[in-house]
């Protein structure tokens, strides 16, 4: 499957990964986010803007997730926690832009 990364710089890559893996670690793997809580869903620095077409598509956030994007100042409507997505074939061709950072 391919997923659509935005970078902070406004660069533009397209990346193939495998059904299964969690956005997160795909991203970090690539220097695109630090993740430096490991996926504890306590750090934020996973998070990423979903475009809107896929965002509406995502199972809805956890209460520790949806806790910690309140407590962000750099959230859009859009954002999520990338290690709490786990790709699967429905999010084939996501877009995404790596959130600002805090
Ligand atoms: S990696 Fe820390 S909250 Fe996602």
């Given at each position: 499957m391919k997923?659509?990364?935005?970078?902070?710089?406004?660069h533009?890559?397209?990346?193939?990964?495998?059904?299964?893996n969690l956005l997160m670690r795909v991203l970090a793997e690539r220097d695109f986010?630090?993740?430096?809580?490991?996926g504890e869903c306590s750090c934020g620095?996973?998070?990423?803007?979903v475009g809107t077409d896929?965002?509406?598509?995502?199972?809805?956030?956890?209460e520790f997730e949806r806790?910690?994007?309140?407590?962000?100042?750099?959230?859009q409507p859009t954002s999520r926690l990338s290690?709490?997505?786990?790709?699967?074939?429905?999010l084939d061709g996501l877009t995404l832009e790596i959130a600002k950072p805090e």
């Open positions: 997923i659509h990364v935005k970078d902070r710089n406004g533009d890559e397209i990346i193939e990964c495998d059904a299964g986010v630090d993740a430096t809580c490991g620095t996973c998070q990423v803007y896929h965002f509406a598509r995502l199972s809805a956030p956890g806790e910690l994007l309140e407590g962000l100042t750099n959230t290690c709490q997505i786990t790709l699967d074939g429905d």
